[in-house]
């Protein structure tokens, strides 16, 4: 027993009897606690393995969400392009009309104000003849 133990070698009387009597039993807890400890790593490298998957899950997520978002943003901005190009030939459109209205009121403009000649002159020859006839006699 002395070879086995080399520790009892060097303790001399009731210590060295006491280390030997007690090292089966502490042996034995040790190897109790060594087995529930494998036990707890076992349940960590599980918990650890879902945790790996789950993190790979959100990154091939995000890795999607990302992709979607650029694929929407891209076709955003073409849609916007096309929007400011139809906005630039609408408001071309709406500049030459414009230009037309103006011209129109323009035209009327001066059609009003032969109309409202005319009608001055023809109150004028009305005048005349009016005068004319309180003139006459009757």
Do not use: C
């Not at 906005?87 to 030459?96: A, D, F, I, N, T």
Request: no cysteine; charged share 30%.
């Amino acid at each position: 027993m002395r070879e086995r133990f080399p520790l009892i070698n060097l303790v001399e009387g009731r210590l060295g009897t006491m280390v030997a009597e007690n090292l089966e039993p502490r042996v034995a807890a040790v190897e109790v606690k060594l087995g529930e400890l494998t036990e707890e790593v076992k349940e960590v490298k599980l918990i650890a393995t879902g945790a790996r998957d789950e993190a790979k899950l959100a990154r091939q997520e995000i890795k999607d969400f990302r992709q979607a978002t650029t694929t929407t943003l891209n076709a955003m901005q073409e849609n916007i392009s096309e929007l400011h190009g139809r906005m630039g030939s609408l408001e071309g459109r709406v500049g030459s009309l414009e230009t037309k209205v103006d011209q129109g009121f323009m035209t009327m403009r001066a059609k009003f104000d032969q109309l409202a000649a005319g009608q001055a002159e023809l109150g004028g020859l009305l005048n005349v003849l009016i005068n004319q006839g309180k003139k006459q006699p009757e």
